[in-house]
């Protein structure tokens, strides 16, 4: 007697040993999933599947609803129906959630402007281009992606072998460290006396001075 295994269930499992956490880099994925994130009403998580099938979660906020309204805490409504944003802040924040969700489509394909309205859900099965950072550079728990990238900056970014400027860091560190305490020792400076009583002091031999990186003067470098 055969057994089924639903697609969902098989595509989320993961064979042992088979799948490595990513170095901080830059990784083609594909958003797998689109679901609420927390308890605000303005953050979409993605679950993002990097090629070697590694998966991750990231997220966005969008200051829009389902209907493609503006949520309540932006704008106000004048007495002569004009609309204009509650305050500064609430301008900044609108402008900066807005340009985060754009670089996710942008990265996913979509062009600069569009005639339609987009929906987040539209983003899975697409493929975007992310920097991600692992917990080994970052200090935390668990790796991030940190942005998105368009294809054509990712490309540029492979061509040329680049790394984000975090990557390493932590090893550069503990070896700046390292080197910070390990220089070498002065020996005393050796006094002899002659036949004539004048006691003559020999130079202390000059050490090199610690690298800029060992006397932690440029971590990371």
């Known amino acids: 007697m055969g057994a089924k295994i639903p697609a969902a269930v098989y595509n989320s499992a993961r064979v042992k040993g088979a799948i490595r956490i990513p170095e ?19 953050t979409c998580m993605l679950t993002n599947m990097f090629e070697n099938g590694f998966d991750t979660k990231s997220f966005i906020d969008l200051p829009f609803d389902e209907d493609g309204d503006i949520l309540p805490g932006f704008i106000e409504v004048g007495a002569d129906g004009t609309a204009s944003f509650i305050s500064e802040k609430a301008e900044s924040t609108y402008n900066a959630m807005l340009n985060e969700a754009k670089a996710v489509f942008v990265s996913a394909g979509q062009g600069n402007e569009t005639e339609a309205t987009l929906d987040v859900d539209d983003l899975v099965n697409k493929r975007v281009y992310v920097e991600w950072h692992s917990s080994k550079d970052t200090g935390r728990k668990y790796g991030k992606v940190v942005g998105y990238l368009s294809k054509a900056r990712y490309d540029s970014l492979i061509a040329a072998n680049a790394k984000p400027i975090i990557a390493g860091a932590a090893e550069a560190t503990a070896a700046a460290a390292e080197g910070a305490t390990s220089a070498p020792t002065v020996a005393a400076p050796k006094v002899t006396v002659p036949a004539n009583g004048t006691i003559v002091t020999r130079a202390t031999p000059k050490v090199p001075r610690p690298s800029i990186v060992a006397r932690g003067l440029i971590p990371g470098t």
């Open 24 to 42: 901080t880099g830059y990784y083609a994925a594909t958003v797998t999933k689109v679901e609420k994130g927390g308890n605000k009403p303005t």
